[in-house]
């Protein structure tokens, strides 16, 4: 009889839900219905003329004001059940007060909004249930554009809901001060969302805009994220990811898509059926491991196409683990198996061609607040080149004027109230020991250096310790957050009759940390801080020869013939035709004249190491280059031969005179090292290897316009 009881209890429990659940859509269709009407452009009267307005009003009235009248009457009736239908009703009351334009319609909306704000705290003591319907409606309002919403509309909607609910809250302060301070911190955060969305809605939808509607995405989802709105954060991924799709930045929806996949466990809970139309989002009723393995494997798909295998691998790590250690999946760990064999092999095999990084400085107050001033560093596209970043960066600011110089624009500019942006390109590296620790760059142990762990993996490819050179590529131009721009210059007036540009040739190094470690889930990072270095002489020389011998290796592996075949040797050529010819024709006699006499040493004591490690890198030149004329004789066809002979007889010649010079050397004492000798508080301190390998070509400048000029006084053209 108790168990009878019991599921005849059941019974009419589940009966009432499903009667309040059919009640709930009755009353939910009549207000969607009264809300179409009211939105109607055809019955809208502010939209005509003055004359036609009074021609109908004399007829007919505004039949809206007996709609909304009959909606507010049945609203009232409906009393205590107003919470009931509440996820039916926010809806229908947000979009008149959008979309219609009759003020007194509005704020009967308005009105009806904040009865149902008091209903639901009254039976919940909070307004959870409406601000999250609050949240999706106006997302949904504005992803649709309906009814041709503009930029006046969304804001001027915000400006009339915040003031109106603000007012409402002032009143019933002293009736009931909770809900009152409550009511005001739901406004605060209804306010800010709508600020967020609105600034993202408003963008134009062209591809100069890419870079900040995923900007405002971030900070959109950020919010969410922040105040546990999850489905809407979940949305709002999908969304970029299908952005960065659109625009083939693959590598970014890959990383996008992992935002998903960071709230999702490896455990066995059910998560429910996910659909989102706007966004392309639909995921089955499954378990959450899943569904985050469903990710990582759509997320490893497109980092395949945006050739980041690295990342790519590193997410197959984490299956291959779920696989092997926790559900013993091994037909899934096969696969898993096969595709890290394919990407490690297209690693080795493929070439390829790593996005460039300039940086954009916007002056003037003509910029808006969140660009004036700023200066941030841009991943460009695959193959930009210089010219194509600028004039894309143009295309969105026509009437700015380009600065075709890189000194820090004079306050005139600074303060003006124009346009003015200062482009070029700069290269990824890290920063000298000297400024991560000043205090520690001459008290470093052998076991210090040994044990220091560094975040990108780029810092740990140093000289001793080599690897294949498309591998340190990658490392070089990927989980990047430093870039460097060097420019020329000379202390002092030249020297009468000096022909050796080597001698007095200072390098300045300036150095840019930005906001996040690129590639990331956008193209754009504000620079936080910069750094300024002086390259002495003989440290530009050692970067650039160990620069250039760092390029040789690469290249002597890309052509050896064991690695493939069937490519166009031209640039192979070009490059050991130029060190060979450079060497030959007083590249080394500049060097030994400038460096290697006893005379320079006696001025810089301090340059010892920093000489030895140029000799040392000549001689490895010699090496290397006697390696590249081997390969570059088996690749080159028959009617380059002449071409061969004449290298390898220059060769000859480059060879004799550095292997002299190093002949010329007295025997290094067994005490000797090549440990940094005790510097002057003044004097700016070596490179490290791992600088230097890493930054070559970074003496030559990038700046679009001339070619950069050293002049006589040691400036800059």
């Known amino acids: 009889a108790v168990v009878s009881t019991q599921s005849t209890g059941e019974r009419i429990e589940s009966k009432m839900k499903i009667d309040q659940q059919k009640e709930s859509e009755l009353w939910g269709s009549l207000f969607k ?4 009407f009211l939105k109607a452009k055809g019955i809208a009267l502010e939209r005509f003329g003055e004359a ?22 049945i609203w009232h009736v409906l009393g205590t059940q107003k919470a009931l239908v509440l996820e039916k009703v926010v809806g229908p009351f947000l979009e008149i007060m959008v979309l219609v334009d009759a003020l007194s319609i509005k704020q009967t909306a308005l009105d009806m909004y904040f009865d149902l704000l008091e209903s639901e705290y ?13 949240i999706n409606t106006v997302d949904r309002i504005s992803s649709t554009s309906e009814q041709g919403t503009t930029t006046e509309i969304f804001f001027s909607f915000k400006d009339f809901f915040t003031k109106g609910l603000d007012t409402k809250l002032q009143k019933i302060s002293e009736k009931d001060a909770n809900m009152s301070s409550k009511g005001k911190k739901f406004l605060k955060d209804t306010s800010t969302f709508l600020e967020l969305l609105f600034a993202l809605r408003t963008l134009p939808d062209s591809p100069e805009y890419e870079d900040d509607r995923t900007i405002a995405t971030m900070k959109l989802m950020e919010y969410l994220k922040q105040t546990g709105r999850s489905d809407t954060y979940v949305r709002y991924v999908h969304m970029l990811c299908n952005q960065h799709l659109s625009s083939n930045n ?19 809970e059910k998560l429910p059926e996910t659909k989102a139309e706007e966004a392309g989002v639909s995921f089955p009723a499954e378990t959450a491991r899943q569904r985050k393995e469903r990710l990582y494997n759509m997320s490893v798909g497109y980092l395949d196409k945006g050739k980041n295998w690295e990342e790519a691998l590193q997410l197959l790590a984490q299956l291959h683990k779920q696989y092997e250690d926790v559900i013993f999946d091994y037909a899934k760990l096969a696969d898993v198996l096969n595709m890290e064999s394919v990407f490690f092999r297209k690693i080795i095999n493929t070439e390829r061609f790593f996005a460039e990084y300039f940086r954009v400085g916007y002056y003037g107050r003509g910029f808006d607040s969140n660009l004036q001033g700023k200066e941030f560093v841009y991943r460009g596209f695959e193959l930009e080149r210089m010219a194509d970043f600028v004039q894309r960066i143009q295309v969105k600011f026509p009437n700015a004027k380009l600065l075709t110089y890189t000194e820090t624009p004079p306050p005139e500019i600074l303060s003006s109230n124009g ?13 000298p020991k000297s400024i991560i620790d000043p205090n ?3 008290k ?3 076991e210090t250096k040994e044990n220091t762990i560094t975040e990108n993996p780029s810092q740990q490819i140093t000289p001793s310790r080599p690897v294949p050179p498309m591998i340190a590529k990658y490392h070089q131009y990927n989980n990047v957050n430093t870039f460097l721009y060097s420019k020329p210059f000379r202390k002092g007036p030249k020297e009468k009759g000096a022909v050796n540009e080597f001698k007095d040739l200072w390098i300045m190094s300036n150095y840019f940390v930005t906001e996040d470690r690129f590639p990331t ?13 002086e390259l002495s002489p003989v440290d530009n020389a050692l970067n650039t020869i160990e620069g250039k011998n760092l390029e040789l290796k690469e290249m002597n592996q890309k052509y050896d013939p064991l690695n493939g075949g069937g490519l166009n040797i031209s640039p192979y050529t070009m490059v050991l035709k130029g060190v060979i010819d450079a060497a030959v024709n007083g590249g080394v006699t500049l060097y030994k004249q400038a460096f290697f006499v006893p005379e320079y040493l006696e001025k810089n004591p301090d340059k010892g190491t920093q000489v030895k490690r140029l000799r040392l890198a000549l001689s490895e030149q010699v090496t290397i280059l006697d390696l590249g004329l081997k390969i570059h004789a088996q690749v080159c066809p028959p009617e380059m031969s002449g071409l061969q002979e004449q290298l390898e007889g220059l060769f000859v010649k480059m060879k004799q005179e550095i292997e002299e010079e190093s002949q010329s050397q007295p025997k290094k004492d067994s005490n000797s090292s090549l440990e940094v000798p005790q510097r002057s508080s003044h004097s700016p301190p070596p490179p490290s290897p791992s600088v230097l390998a890493l930054t070559r070509d970074n003496s030559q400048p990038s700046l679009i316009g001339d070619p950069l000029k050293l002049s006589e006084n040691g400036n800059s053209d």
């Open 250 to 268: 693959f590598t970014e929806a890959g990383l996008t898509l992992l935002l998903h996949a960071d709230l999702l466990s490896w455990g066995n």
């Open 52 to 73: 036609k307005q009074k021609s109908i009003r004399a007829k007919y009235g505004d039949m809206r004001l007996d709609v909304i009248g009959l909606l507010q009457n």
């Open 444 to 446: 470093e142990t052998k």
């Open 33 to 36: 219905l009264a809300t179409t």
């Open 419 to 431: 346009q003015y942006l200062q482009v070029y390109a700069v290269k990824p590296s890290i920063l």
């Open 122 to 134: 009254s039976s919940s003591q909070s307004f959870t249930r409406i601000e999250s319907e609050t």
């Open 521 to 533: 889930i956008h193209r754009r990072s504000e620079i936080l801080n910069q750094y300024e270095v």
């Open 440 to 442: 520690q760059q001459n």
